[in-house]
């Protein structure tokens, strides 16, 4: 009875979404105040007939009620709670679920805290985001509906891909989710403003909190992701490039560029239509994700689904919106008026060299992971993509890209002098170039490319740390006192980056070993002996285990102890390497047990050694945080910007 109440939920959902569309949009035009009220309370009680929808699937889930074919296909008796509750997400039709749902939820927050908004703009934003959720509640309700009913409840079920039965993975896709759908927000926003006619600072105001809130979730998504890939798939990397990484890095790097254009648009009313066309791209990319894994054009550890018609919906699906969306743009983009003039040595120069090259970089990715499949599609053959060319490619544009980003809070906004902000850089390039020195003495030698990247992370940090020095020379406590905490977050966030990059660099000194040993028997790597002390079998609660104790010693000393294991799962059958690591910050060492020999009864142990490594993920956390603080800036939490004259008369405002 509880999965019937959640499908109608889910109908009454996409009602709701109709209404709020129809009643905001039209009320928008006929500038009603009614209509456009009842828009923000159908975003509400859409959100509210989402949430119980969700949770009747998730009960159906935790109650093993295999009567349900989404449970039974992707669940069993077994398994753990928490793997219960993930598993709601783990599968097409529940991903899609959740999909929906965090995007009713976006909708009711833009209603809740958009009160200060002007009337139009925010009924505006409601109706177009109802109807990109429309889009999706037809997807889910005719193709992909998560309530189906088996005509026979099996005793047991299926269960999930134990790839995915890791905490990493619980909470990988709902942050990729909230950073994905946060992007219709700034795409709402960016149609309501050509349907307005009006782009200005109050505008960027508005949609740079929703634009900042998705890229720290994205930040967090895609970070928890590479965590995941590096400790549970046992093969020493922490980015693969696969098509399915690549699509949510693609958004990501258009919501950074519009999280830095959008700053343009507020502080000198300028880079309008850039910023509009980059709020489009953004939402674009997101689309574009949930199509790759859904479409079947790939085979990947990522993908939901491998039926080419859903793939075709999700496709027609993104060229309607995107398509509607670059039209309205070719027809109104005319009417932004640009903003002052500036000099190209200026901050408003930094910030559209920032944009140039995080665009072509996005190209460039774009190209790579694209590029393979069309032959294929075309019978032209079949070519790979891989490290190589995204190394040739895109790291080549991450140099200049940190190069300008360490100054550019430095330059002033309209003119400035390029030999004045390197002299006040002076510093942070010294220290930078002993922490590239300091580093490669560390690493005892090894390709050049490893301290050239610390020097680019080192210099983005101190360059930052530069920041703050200036804001807070001369009164440090009274300046303290009034640094904005957009100003702050951006200087932690752009030491994140810097702290990220110095962990990539470091990756390149990797060294690996892989040998066969028995208990007893030690192998040697990068100074440290390992000694496989034993294996022994452990039972989970569905799964069997060969757990190995390596004993890690360095220069005669213990220093730590190891358990890299393989799992055997019976629901679906699939073994997994375990890995184990131990890190102390500087580095990892990292072991992965493999197969053991049946004639000489050895298991293959293979140990990485990665240098740095664990900075990647500390930076985007220390990225993520900076984000968070700026959003806790007065001037850029919702409903405070300030209200003109007109808006109290239902009147554009933004």
Excluded at 102 to 117: I, T, W, Y
Excluded at 229 to 252: C, I, K, Q, R, T
Aim: proline share 5%; with cysteine; aromatic share 10%.
């Amino acid at each position: 009875m509880l999965v019937e109440l959640g499908h109608y939920a889910l109908i009454l959902a996409g009602l709701l979404a109709a209404l709020q569309a129809a009643f905001g949009l039209f009320g928008a035009q006929r500038r009603d105040g009614f209509l456009m009220a009842f828009s923000g309370s159908a975003a509400l009680t859409q959100a509210l007939a989402c949430l119980v929808a969700f949770g009747a699937l998730t009960y159906a889930y935790i109650v093993s009620d295999f009567s349900v074919q989404n449970v039974w296909q992707n669940s069993h008796a077994d398994k753990p709670l928490l793997y219960k509750v993930s598993g709601v997400w783990g599968n097409h039709e529940g991903s899609m679920l959740l999909w929906i749902t965090v995007m009713a939820l976006f909708g009711s927050a833009v209603a809740l805290a958009g009160d200060r908004m002007p009337a139009t703009l925010r009924a505006r934003v409601l109706g177009i985001q109802a109807l990109i959720s429309l889009g999706f509640y037809a997807f889910v309700l005719l193709t992909s509906n998560p309530f189906a009913r088996l005509p026979q409840a099996p005793i047991e079920g299926r269960g999930l891909n134990p790839l995915l039965q890791d905490p990493g993975l619980a909470f990988h896709p709902p942050l990729l989710y909230l950073g994905y759908v946060g992007t219709s927000i700034s795409f709402a926003f960016a149609l309501a403003a050509l349907l307005e006619k009006r782009v200005d600072p109050a505008w960027a105001r508005w949609v740079r909190p929703w634009t900042l809130a998705s890229w720290v979730f994205l930040t967090l998504g895609i970070a928890l992701g590479s965590w995941w890939a590096y400790y549970e798939l046992g093969w020493g990397g922490w980015w693969f490039w696969d098509p399915v990484e690549n699509a949510s890095l693609m958004p990501w790097l258009a919501t950074t560029a519009l999280l830095h254009s959008a700053i343009v648009v507020e502080k000198r009313d300028s880079l309008k239509r850039w910023t509009i066309l980059l709020a489009i791209v953004a939402f674009a990319f997101s689309i574009l994700g949930t199509f790759l894994v859904r479409s079947g054009v790939i085979t990947s550890v990522h993908a939901f689904a491998t039926d080419p018609a859903r793939g075709a919906f999700i496709l027609g699906l993104l060229a309607v919106v995107v398509g509607g969306a670059l039209t309205l743009y070719a027809l109104r983009a005319h009417l932004l008026d640009g903003g002052g003039l500036f000099a190209a040595i200026s901050r408003e120069g930094a910030l559209i060299l920032n944009n140039v090259l995080l665009a072509v970089a996005l190209v460039t990715v774009l190209l790579g992971t694209l590029y393979p499949m069309f032959l294929d599609a075309m019978g032209l053959g079949t070519v790979t993509v891989g490290t190589p060319y995204y190394k040739a490619t895109f790291v080549p544009l991450l140099v200049p890209l940190v190069l300008v980003m360490a100054a550019g809070p430095l330059i002033p906004w309209k003119r400035a002098d390029a030999l004045a902000i390197l002299l006040r850089l002076k510093v942070a390039g010294l220290l930078a170039l002993i922490g590239a020195g300091v580093a490669y003495a560390w690493a005892g030698g090894g390709p050049l490319l490893a301290p050239f990247g610390i020097f680019c992370g080192c210099w983005l940090i101190f360059g930052a740390l530069t920041d703050l020095y200036d804001r807070l020379r001369g009164n440090i406590r009274a300046r303290w006192r009034g640094l904005p905490r957009s100003a702050l977050g951006a200087i932690i966030a752009h030491a994140g980056l810097g702290i990220s990059i110095i962990g990539m660099a470091g990756d390149l000194w990797q060294t690996d070993q892989v040998k066969a040993l028995q208990p007893g028997q030690s192998m040697r790597v990068a100074g440290f002996d390992l000694t496989l002390e034993k294996v022994e079998p452990v039972q989970g609660p569905n799964f069997i285990a060969e757990t190995a104790t390596v004993i890690i010693r360095s220069d005669g000393a213990v220093i730590a102890t190891a358990k890299p294991a393989r799992r055997k799962f019976n629901r679906p059958p699939m073994t997994t390497s375990e890995t184990a690591i131990r890190t102390n910050g500087l580095r990892d060492l990292y072991l992965a047990l493999g197969d053991r020999d049946a004639q000489t009864g050895a298991y293959a142990l293979r140990v990485y050694y990665n240098p740095l490594v664990p900075w990647i993920w500390g930076g985007a956390v220390v990225m993520a945080l900076g984000g968070s603080l700026s959003l806790a800036d007065r001037r850029l939490r919702l409903g405070v910007a300030q209200r003109k004259p007109a808006a109290a008369s239902g009147r554009v405002a933004a």
